[in-house]
């Protein structure tokens, strides 16, 4: 199967960056789309954004200018750079992965979630 491994939160002060990153490994033939979602307490998860193995990307509006998505498709790795955090930006985060197992076999998989906390 496929392992989906995040690192990179913690507690910051509102204005202050994180780097988030999430590296996939196991048996696959391909990596398709990636994304974040977080989910603050008492609400749903969403999804903050993604980004396709040709690299476009989609952004929450309320992120726009302030998050920047990337990925290395050569270690299998996406990385969530967030800047100006503000403490709405509270929440676990979670990494997300569309998985081709085989030709005819997709996995969409989910990281362990990480904690990030900004205070004011």
């Known amino acids: 199967q496929v392992q989906l491994v995040e690192s990179g939160g913690g507690l910051v002060q509102a204005g202050g960056s994180l780097r988030l990153s999430c590296a996939a490994s196991g048996t696959f033939l391909r990596i398709n789309a990636m994304g974040w979602y977080r989910q603050a307490p008492g609400k749903q998860r969403e999804l903050v954004t993604v980004i396709t193995s040709g690299g476009a990307t989609n952004y929450l509006d309320s992120v726009k200018g302030r998050f920047t998505i990337s990925r290395d498709n050569a270690k299998n790795t996406v990385y969530l750079q967030m800047n100006s955090l503000k403490p709405e930006d509270t929440a676990v985060y979670y990494c997300?992965?569309?998985?081709?197992?085989?030709?005819?076999?997709?996995?969409?998989?989910w990281g362990q979630g990480t904690q990030v906390t900004v205070s004011s």
């Open positions: 997300n992965a569309e998985v081709l197992l085989t030709t005819f076999r997709n996995y969409n998989g």
